[in-house]
């Protein structure tokens, strides 16, 4: 899935989307009978504490009414106290105005269903998230009748619409002549499934000297040699027509098989700094002087964690001596 790393942009992307949903929805659906009452809670009252259940009034009986349906509570009053409630069937009346109304309905819907992926996506918020029980009481008290988006809707439907919608618009932006050299970065990662993965990213400079990033895809790298490292970024590159040979240099990590890559590549090889100041770090504290000062402060730090009674002296002769206590 290819993404725009600008926060900027995101957010322009958010507040299009917020704009385009200045729709006038109807009040009420002419005909709708939502100001009829059942006669059946004449009998019944609904259980504060299970909304789908309700008791009888004359038994004391709680009844299923899942659905808001009174089904099994008309069937209780029949066969159990011999009571009709005279309840009747309510038709609902469909006209152009109802018809008009679902439409504008759905298409509400639709846009909230696609902010709602593109929130998730954006905060990179696990899918279950819509399965919280106060997530979902937010909702029904903001937009009732919404019905939010299940994992397989998501997986399946809104967050591949929402990637093609991206790599569409990114296809678009790379094939402009205006972007004459693009620099990539790329990492690679072992997966818990013990699966090699690697991701390609894109950096260039657009027109009005703005300067854009956007992630070319993520693929599974099944030969972590240099040339299955060639075979993978070609894969990603050639997606986007051209672009391959705007590519200058490429920046990753300092191991050898990347800067072999490189070569194959006929790209310029660029180390990761700060993965070369954490190689350095290392170094320099494996020095004996280093290493002997650090088993001090680590063994110290580990007899105030163990004890209770040190970290209460500390905090006391901290106090005494009016310095800021530390944990």
Not at 44 to 57: G, I, M, N, Y
Not at 79 to 102: E, F, L, M
Not at 279 to 296: E, F, Q, R, T, Y
Not at 310 to 318: G, V
Request: hydrophobic share 40%.
């Amino acid at each position: 899935m290819a993404t725009f790393e600008s926060d900027a942009e995101n957010l322009d992307n958010f507040d299009g989307l917020v704009e385009e949903m200045n729709i006038e929805v109807a009040d009420n659906i002419e005909g709708s009978s939502s100001a009829y009452v059942s006669p059946i809670w004449k009998y019944f009252e609904k259980d504060r504490r299970d909304e789908t259940k309700a008791k009888c009034k004359i038994c004391d009986s709680f009844h299923n009414r899942s659905g808001s349906s009174t089904s099994n509570l008309i069937k209780h009053l029949k066969a159990v106290h011999k009571i009709d409630p005279g309840c009747r069937k309510v038709t609902k009346k469909v006209n152009a105005s109802a018809n008009k109304t679902i439409v504008v309905k759905r298409k509400v819907d639709t846009e909230l269903d696609r902010l709602y992926v593109m929130w998730l996506c954006h905060d990179l918020l696990p899918f279950r998230t819509g399965e919280s029980k106060y997530f979902q009481k937010f909702i029904a008290a903001l937009k009732p009748d919404y019905v939010i988006p299940s994992r397989t809707k998501l997986s399946q439907c809104l967050v591949p619409e929402l990637a093609n919608e991206i790599q569409e618009k990114l296809v678009t932006i790379l094939e402009q002549r205006d972007v004459a050299d693009v620099v990539l970065t790329t990492d690679a990662w072992t997966s818990k499934s013990c699966d090699n993965y690697e991701a390609l990213t894109a950096h260039f400079i657009c027109k009005n000297f703005v300067f854009r990033s956007a992630t070319l895809g993520i693929a599974k790298l099944d030969n972590q040699t240099a040339d299955g490292h060639v075979k993978l970024i070609e894969k990603l590159v050639n997606k986007h027509k051209g672009l391959m040979e705007r590519v200058t240099t490429l920046t990753s990590d300092n191991a050898e098989v990347m800067k072999s890559t490189c070569r194959k590549l006929k790209i310029s090889w660029f180390g990761c700094i700060p993965h070369t100041i954490n190689l350095v770090v290392k170094n320099g504290l494996n020095i004996s002087d280093c290493a002997n000062i650090l088993a001090s402060i680590r063994a110290i730090a580990s007899h105030f964690r163990r004890s209770a009674k040190a970290t209460a002296l500390l905090n006391s002769e901290q106090k005494k001596l009016k310095l800021a206590e530390h944990k």
